[in-house]
Structures are given as structure tokens and as C-alpha cells.
């Protein structure tokens, strides 16, 4: 991915992206062609070099509320996979109880952002509460329409819960009821309007039941209109009766209102007239309450209650477009136009603008949930877009994707990839190796991922990655075993060069017990077999098994295993084992040894600087017999006292001067001769 900005006739930026969230920005020139790197152009004139830097893309820094929706619904999403046995009921039963999860996740963190600090101060901008509340607004329609299995398909009584649920006038009518006169007070009327336009008729008469013992002149058209609210019949009332049934019975009760109008039961009232006209479904007087209502739905709502209660979700559609029909204005807010499709029953148009930027502080939260539920629900069409996947799928790994960016969220976006069988593993191939790898146990987990789903590909570029690191803090050990893990040989034999190096300069390993635990790691290189097989001689040495030591000694310079480097040290190594009164070596590996001797006094007589370089040789006391010191070595390592040279050999041994490594070389010569007549003597036929 490469974009440019540029102004016409100068230079422009070129931005290219790069692995682990970075991004390189270049000079390029103003025809849009990138410029020559900088290594290949002179500098000429004495005109600065143009330089390539590169920057670091910040991840998704969600803020608490919006880390708390995503973790709680992180366990719902993944229940929902599950649901997919028992009968039909039993399933619609289960992706409703899902929906509702979801539902009340949303409502949680709606309160969680409304009592935070930052709304608190009034710094609520900087909290996307109103997004939350819009989420759960859009839920709520998509469930009931959607989702529930409704009596013979009316809708109005879920309708009614959903416009009481978020449009309450409950706080409005707790403060009415707590003045000393209700029934004076300003909001009086305004109040009885919309809990009648909401279908809460009982609360509206107990409010007109205060003011008509207050008004005994008028006590026949508040008792007429109390009778008619408690006969009506309640879209409710649905769930125990057929629909003929209750459409009979609103019919009579909408034409009992209709006459007693025409009688003028209320002309002393003018009040409960436009209640009156609300009730018969009177257009005029419904939209009159348009002004005191939150939304426009509200009033719609109100109008399908009193026009056709039972009302089907198909059939909502007509509903709103004779609402609109009627002048009705409504803002061009996204909310609004995705309410409308769900009242059109356009799911795909529903999910595609839930897809609004209007959104987008919370990454395709609501459109890749509000996706898999309705797929699951078997409501989505399966569509593919312009990349050859189906929609759900790719809001799944839009979402995804803007977890794997996040620190703590990384494996819930694997969690999500896991769902989508067409691209989720390639993406998540990408993506894993993009998480960054702030700590060892972060790498493993991510590592364990990798193998899991058996991306070798993005495991092996972790484990270079880290050994990198490691390399860089010059953790040599920690370097090596991540190189055993990624399996890479050549890195493998560069670290192994580099412990080498280490010792050679220092006369000292410090990762003994890595090595005696390489097992068949060992293979992957002849370094490192050569560091696994020595350190064993050295174990062996120790125990006092001093054949098989020496046998182990000799195969490494039979073999040619060992660097040549370090001859000069294994053949000191061989001293002690020359010297004892068992014949270790014998008469063959004596003249392979000295052979070897041969090509070391060679190298270092021809060059006494490579011979001080690489005659790694142990440290010892000037005059006096000195004590073995690695691994606890037993005295009789020296059966004759006249060797006086240290035995810790190439893993504890401190370079010699080229002086002193030529007078050991001297005595090896003196104990290889012996050792030759020995084991010479020793094999005679007697």
C-alpha cells in the first residue's frame, strides 16, 4: 500500500507501509514517481541528502467504556457460534436470549458512560455515550422486528415497550405527581398527551382521575373519558386472543369514542376533546403532539396505535411512508435513516449504514455483531462483496483487525478471525505477525496461537523476531532458544559462531545448562552439536568416566566436528586422560591426535597473533600443582604430578599467551609419545 501527497510543480511524500505497524515516508518528485533511493544518488552541489524515516502507526486506544462492551460481548459472540442444534423453537428461543445479552451489555456501558468522571465534568464528548445509546436504540428495533415471534405477527405491543424504553417520561411524570397540586401544574396536559400517545392509558387516568374531583362541573366528560380509557383494549391482550377477535373489539371501541364525540361528551373540555381525537385516530390531533416528543418515531407509534394496532413488521414500511407522507420533519442524522431501514425491513441497507463512520470510534462494533446474529438468525442474504467474501465475514475481520492492533485485545481478534473460513486465516496470518512483542510471555502466547492454527510461516518470523531481540541485549542463550524454536539452521550456526566467539574472548560460557538441554535441538546445526557433545565430554570427565570421555574427546577431532579454532584447547583437554594409568586412547587415536597436534603447532608456529587467537587454553598457577575447577573435577585427573596445567578445558578456561600455549603443546607432545609406547605395549601378544 503506497499513497503520495504532493502540491503540483514541487516535491511531494511518499508513504509506504511496512511490517509491525510502521510506515516509511520518502520524497518523491512531483510527477508522482518515487524518487531513486537515497543510496542510490549522489549528492551534488552540496545539497542535503533527502533522508527515508520511519514512523510507527498507533493502535486503537480504546477508551475504558468502549474496552468494557468489547470484553463483555467478547463470551456472548462466542456462545452464539455455538448455537446451531435443538429445534426450531429452542433456537429462536436461544439467538433471542443473545440478542438481549448483547442488549444489556449496551445499556451497561450506556450508564457506565453517563456516570463517568469526563461526563461528570462535562467532558461527555470525549466518551461516545451517545453512540452507545444510539447502538442500543438500533438493537432494540432490529430485535423486535427481526428476531422475536410475535402472535400472529402484531407488532404494536413490542413497538410500545421500545418507545417507553427509550423515550421514558417517567422522570416527568415523578415530578408532576410530587408537586402539591398535580393538576395545576403547566405540564399537565402535555404529560396525559404522550403517556396517552404511548398507550399507557392506566397512568393517564389516574392522572384524570386527581382532576375530576377537582372540577365537579366537568365530572361527566372526565368520567366518560376514564371509561373509555380503561375499556380499551390493549395490543397486548394479543397474546391470549385471536386476531379477528381483538380486531373486533378495538372497531367497537374505536366507534363507542367516535359517537361519544359526535355527542359532545367533551366539548366542556377542550383537553379531553384532543384526547378524544387521539384515540378515534385523528391525524391532525396525533401530530399535533409532535412537539412534545423526543423523536419522530415516537409520534409514529402513536399513530399506528390508534390507526392499525395490529400491525404487522412487514407491513410497518406503508406505515412510515404515509407518516412521512404527512410533512413530518426529520434530520438527516445517520441514526434516523437506519431506523427507517429497519422499519422497511432492508436488513442489507440496516448493516450497511451501521458501517457510518457516525460509528467509528467503536471499529465496526455494531455492524459485524448485528451481522453474525442476523446470519445465525437466517435474516442475511448471503452477498458477497467487491473481495469475494460474504458481508458478514468481512465485517468480521474489519473488526478484527482493529483488535489485533491492540494490546490487550489481540486475542479476542484471533477469536474473531477463527470465525471467518474464507480469509480469516490468511488475515490472520498477516495480522499475528503485526501483535506487538512487548515480553517473552506475550511471544509465547502469540507463538502458541501460530502453532495452534499451524501458521509455520508466522511462527518462525516471531521466533526471529525475539531471538533478534534478544541478540540486541546480548542474551545470547535467550537468542539461541528462540533460534531452536523457529528451526532456522543458519541463524542457529551465527549465534553458535557467537557463543564460540564469547568464549574464545573470554574463557568463559555462561549457558551451560542450555546447552545440556539442547536434546535433539542439537542436530540443527554441527555448531551446535559440537557445543552439545563437549559439554558432555565435560559431564562425563566429571563422574570419572574417564573411557568414555576419552572416546567422546577423540570423536570430535575424528569427526571434525570441533572448529579448528579450538583444537588447541580439546588436544589440552586430552592431557590429563594421557597421563593416567589407564590407557584411555589408543594406538591408532594416539597418531590421529598427533596429527591433529601437528596442524596446530603449524598454524600457530606460522602465525603467533591466529595462534594467541585461537588457542582458547586454561589458566594456570606458575610452579605448584593446580586443582581442577569446572563441574567438580576429581583429582585423579592427574595420576603423575608432573602435568601442572588447569583441566577446565574450553568452558571455563581463560586465554593463554602464545608463549605458554606452545609449552603446553610441548608437554601434550611429551604425553602422546608416552602414551603411544603404552598403549603399543598394552596390545602386544604376550
Given at each position: 500500500?503506497?499513497?503520495?501527497?504532493?502540491?503540483?510543480?514541487?516535491?511531494?511524500?511518499?508513504?509506504?507501509?511496512?511490517?509491525?505497524?510502521?510506515?516509511?515516508?520518502?520524497?518523491?518528485?512531483?510527477?508522482?514517481?518515487?524518487?531513486?533511493?537515497?543510496?542510490?544518488?549522489?549528492?551534488?552541489?552540496?545539497?542535503?541528502?533527502?533522508?527515508?524515516?520511519?514512523?510507527?502507526?498507533?493502535?486503537?486506544?480504546?477508551?475504558?467504556?468502549?474496552?468494557?462492551?468489547?470484553?463483555?460481548?467478547?463470551?456472548?459472540?462466542?456462545?452464539?457460534?455455538?448455537?446451531?442444534?435443538?429445534?426450531?423453537?429452542?433456537?429462536?428461543?436461544?439467538?433471542?436470549?443473545?440478542?438481549?445479552?448483547?442488549?444489556?451489555?449496551?445499556?451497561?456501558?450506556?450508564?457506565?458512560?453517563?456516570?463517568?468522571?469526563?461526563?461528570?465534568?462535562?467532558?461527555?464528548?470525549?466518551?461516545?455515550?451517545?453512540?452507545?445509546?444510539?447502538?442500543?436504540?438500533?438493537?432494540?428495533?432490529?430485535?423486535?422486528?427481526?428476531?422475536?415471534?410475535?402472535?400472529?405477527?402484531?407488532?404494536?405491543?413490542?413497538?410500545?415497550?421500545?418507545?417507553?424504553?427509550?423515550?421514558?417520561?417517567?422522570?416527568?411524570?415523578?415530578?408532576?405527581?410530587?408537586?402539591?397540586?398535580?393538576?395545576?401544574?403547566?405540564?399537565?396536559?402535555?404529560?396525559?398527551?404522550?403517556?396517552?400517545?404511548?398507550?399507557?392509558?392506566?397512568?393517564?387516568?389516574?392522572?384524570?382521575?386527581?382532576?375530576?374531583?377537582?372540577?365537579?362541573?366537568?365530572?361527566?366528560?372526565?368520567?366518560?373519558?376514564?371509561?373509555?380509557?380503561?375499556?380499551?383494549?390493549?395490543?397486548?391482550?394479543?397474546?391470549?386472543?385471536?386476531?379477528?377477535?381483538?380486531?373486533?373489539?378495538?372497531?367497537?371501541?374505536?366507534?363507542?369514542?367516535?359517537?361519544?364525540?359526535?355527542?359532545?361528551?367533551?366539548?366542556?373540555?377542550?383537553?379531553?376533546?384532543?384526547?378524544?381525537?387521539?384515540?378515534?385516530?385523528?391525524?391532525?390531533?396525533?401530530?399535533?403532539?409532535?412537539?412534545?416528543?423526543?423523536?419522530?418515531?415516537?409520534?409514529?407509534?402513536?399513530?399506528?396505535?390508534?390507526?392499525?394496532?395490529?400491525?404487522?413488521?412487514?407491513?410497518?414500511?406503508?406505515?412510515?411512508?404515509?407518516?412521512?407522507?404527512?410533512?413530518?420533519?426529520?434530520?438527516?442524522?445517520?441514526?434516523?435513516?437506519?431506523?427507517?431501514?429497519?422499519?422497511?425491513?432492508?436488513?442489507?441497507?440496516?448493516?450497511?449504514?451501521?458501517?457510518?463512520?457516525?460509528?467509528?470510534?467503536?471499529?465496526?462494533?455494531?455492524?459485524?455483531?448485528?451481522?453474525?446474529?442476523?446470519?445465525?438468525?437466517?435474516?442475511?442474504?448471503?452477498?458477497?462483496?467487491?473481495?469475494?467474501?460474504?458481508?458478514?465475514?468481512?465485517?468480521?475481520?474489519?473488526?478484527?483487525?482493529?483488535?489485533?492492533?491492540?494490546?490487550?485485545?489481540?486475542?479476542?481478534?484471533?477469536?474473531?478471525?477463527?470465525?471467518?473460513?474464507?480469509?480469516?486465516?490468511?488475515?490472520?496470518?498477516?495480522?499475528?505477525?503485526?501483535?506487538?512483542?512487548?515480553?517473552?510471555?506475550?511471544?509465547?502466547?502469540?507463538?502458541?496461537?501460530?502453532?495452534?492454527?499451524?501458521?509455520?510461516?508466522?511462527?518462525?518470523?516471531?521466533?526471529?523476531?525475539?531471538?533478534?531481540?534478544?541478540?540486541?541485549?546480548?542474551?545470547?542463550?535467550?537468542?539461541?532458544?528462540?533460534?531452536?524454536?523457529?528451526?532456522?539452521?543458519?541463524?542457529?550456526?551465527?549465534?553458535?559462531?557467537?557463543?564460540?566467539?564469547?568464549?574464545?574472548?573470554?574463557?568463559?560460557?555462561?549457558?551451560?545448562?542450555l546447552i545440556d538441554n539442547l536434546g535433539p535441538a542439537m542436530l540443527l546445526n554441527n555448531r551446535l552439536t559440537f557445543l552439545a557433545q563437549y559439554q558432555q565430554f565435560h559431564r562425563l570427565y566429571s563422574s570419572q568416566e574417564f573411557q568414555q570421555a576419552g572416546t567422546l574427546l577423540f570423536s570430535l577431532l575424528d569427526s571434525r566436528l570441533a572448529p579448528k579454532e579450538l583444537w588447541p584447547t580439546i588436544l589440552l583437554d586430552a592431557l590429563p586422560l594421557l597421563e593416567m594409568d589407564e590407557v584411555i586412547f589408543s594406538s591408532e587415536q594416539t597418531y590421529e591426535l598427533m596429527y591433529c597436534l601437528e596442524e596446530v603447532h603449524n598454524a600457530n608456529g606460522?602465525?603467533?597473533?591466529?595462534?594467541?587467537?585461537?588457542?582458547?587454553?586454561?589458566?594456570?598457577?606458575?610452579?605448584?600443582?593446580?586443582?581442577?575447577?569446572?563441574?567438580?573435577?576429581?583429582?585423579?585427573?592427574?595420576?603423575?604430578?608432573?602435568?601442572?596445567?588447569?583441566?577446565?578445558?574450553?568452558?571455563?578456561?581463560?586465554?593463554?599467551?602464545?608463549?605458554?600455549?606452545?609449552?603446553?603443546?610441548?608437554?601434550?607432545?611429551?604425553?602422546?609419545?608416552?602414551?603411544?609406547?603404552?598403549?603399543?605395549?598394552?596390545?602386544?601378544?604376550?
Amino acid at each position: 500500500m503506497m499513497s503520495q501527497r504532493q502540491s503540483s510543480g514541487g516535491p511531494g511524500l511518499g508513504v509506504k507501509l511496512s511490517a509491525r505497524n510502521r510506515a516509511v515516508l520518502y520524497p518523491s518528485v512531483c510527477n508522482g514517481a518515487p524518487q531513486a533511493p537515497v543510496e542510490n544518488r549522489a549528492t551534488t552541489g552540496g545539497q542535503r541528502e533527502p533522508s527515508i524515516h520511519e514512523i510507527a502507526l498507533l493502535s486503537n486506544d480504546f477508551n475504558s467504556v468502549t474496552c468494557q462492551l468489547i470484553s463483555e460481548c467478547h463470551s456472548i459472540f462466542a456462545a452464539l457460534q455455538e448455537v446451531g442444534t435443538g429445534t426450531s423453537s429452542s433456537r429462536s428461543s436461544s439467538l433471542l436470549h443473545i440478542s438481549r445479552q448483547y442488549r444489556a451489555v449496551l445499556h451497561a456501558c450506556l450508564l457506565s458512560a453517563r456516570t463517568s468522571s469526563d461526563y461528570d465534568n462535562g467532558h461527555s464528548e470525549e466518551l461516545p455515550a451517545i453512540s452507545f445509546g444510539d447502538m442500543e436504540l438500533i438493537w432494540h428495533l432490529c430485535e423486535i422486528i427481526f428476531l422475536e415471534v410475535l402472535p400472529v405477527g402484531c407488532v404494536m405491543q413490542p413497538l410500545l415497550e421500545w418507545v417507553r424504553w427509550h423515550c421514558s417520561i417517567d422522570d416527568r411524570v415523578r415530578h408532576l405527581i410530587s408537586q402539591p397540586d398535580p393538576t395545576e401544574h403547566d405540564d399537565f396536559w402535555n404529560t396525559v398527551n404522550l403517556l396517552v400517545l404511548q398507550g399507557r392509558v392506566d397512568t393517564a387516568r389516574d392522572l384524570l382521575t386527581q382532576l375530576s374531583s377537582r372540577r365537579i362541573n366537568s365530572a361527566a366528560a372526565f368520567g366518560s373519558m376514564e371509561e373509555l380509557l380503561r375499556k380499551m383494549p390493549e395490543p397486548k391482550s394479543l397474546f391470549g386472543q385471536s386476531l379477528s377477535e381483538f380486531s373486533l373489539r378495538w372497531k367497537r371501541w374505536q366507534q363507542e369514542c367516535r359517537n361519544r364525540c359526535m355527542d359532545g361528551e367533551f366539548s366542556s373540555v377542550p383537553q379531553l376533546q384532543h384526547i378524544a381525537q387521539m384515540l378515534i385516530g385523528d391525524s391532525t390531533a396525533l401530530q399535533a403532539c409532535r412537539p412534545l416528543c423526543q423523536n419522530w418515531f415516537e409520534v409514529m407509534v402513536g399513530t399506528l396505535l390508534y390507526t392499525n394496532p395490529t400491525v404487522k413488521a412487514v407491513d410497518l414500511q406503508y406505515g412510515l411512508n404515509s407518516f412521512l407522507d404527512e410533512g413530518v420533519g426529520m434530520s438527516d442524522d445517520p441514526v434516523n435513516e437506519i431506523l427507517k431501514s429497519v422499519f422497511e425491513y432492508d436488513i442489507t441497507a440496516v448493516i450497511k449504514q451501521c458501517s457510518n463512520e457516525q460509528f467509528a470510534p467503536l471499529n465496526y462494533w455494531l455492524a459485524a455483531h448485528l451481522t453474525d446474529l442476523m446470519y445465525h438468525c437466517g435474516k442475511l442474504e448471503t452477498r458477497n462483496v467487491d473481495y469475494g467474501i460474504d458481508q458478514r465475514e468481512y465485517l468480521l475481520i474489519e473488526f478484527a483487525t482493529s483488535l489485533m492492533s491492540h494490546k490487550s485485545f489481540w486475542q479476542m481478534g484471533v477469536s474473531y478471525l477463527d470465525q471467518c473460513p474464507t480469509m480469516g486465516g490468511p488475515h490472520l496470518d498477516l495480522l499475528i505477525q503485526r501483535v506487538p512483542l512487548d515480553s517473552e510471555r506475550k511471544a509465547m502466547k502469540v507463538l502458541s496461537v501460530c502453532r495452534q492454527r499451524d501458521l509455520s510461516e508466522a511462527a518462525h518470523t516471531i521466533c526471529r523476531v525475539m531471538a533478534m531481540q534478544a541478540l540486541r541485549h546480548n542474551r545470547l542463550g535467550s537468542a539461541l532458544n528462540w533460534c531452536l524454536k523457529s528451526k532456522d539452521s543458519s541463524f542457529a550456526a551465527y549465534l553458535a559462531d557467537q557463543l564460540l566467539s564469547q568464549y574464545s574472548s573470554d574463557g568463559v560460557f555462561e549457558h551451560l545448562d542450555l546447552i545440556d538441554n539442547l536434546g535433539p535441538a542439537m542436530l540443527l546445526n554441527n555448531r551446535l552439536t559440537f557445543l552439545a557433545q563437549y559439554q558432555q565430554f565435560h559431564r562425563l570427565y566429571s563422574s570419572q568416566e574417564f573411557q568414555q570421555a576419552g572416546t567422546l574427546l577423540f570423536s570430535l577431532l575424528d569427526s571434525r566436528l570441533a572448529p579448528k579454532e579450538l583444537w588447541p584447547t580439546i588436544l589440552l583437554d586430552a592431557l590429563p586422560l594421557l597421563e593416567m594409568d589407564e590407557v584411555i586412547f589408543s594406538s591408532e587415536q594416539t597418531y590421529e591426535l598427533m596429527y591433529c597436534l601437528e596442524e596446530v603447532h603449524n598454524a600457530n608456529g606460522s602465525s603467533s597473533s591466529n595462534g594467541g587467537r585461537n588457542s582458547a587454553a586454561a589458566s594456570s598457577s606458575s610452579g605448584g600443582s593446580a586443582e581442577p575447577r569446572l563441574n567438580g573435577m576429581p583429582n585423579g585427573a592427574r595420576s603423575h604430578g608432573e602435568v601442572d596445567m588447569d583441566t577446565t578445558g574450553a568452558l571455563g578456561r581463560k586465554q593463554l599467551p602464545i608463549s605458554h600455549l606452545m609449552d603446553k603443546l610441548s608437554l601434550l607432545r611429551l604425553a602422546l609419545a608416552r602414551n603411544l609406547a603404552r598403549s603399543i605395549i598394552s596390545t602386544a601378544p604376550s
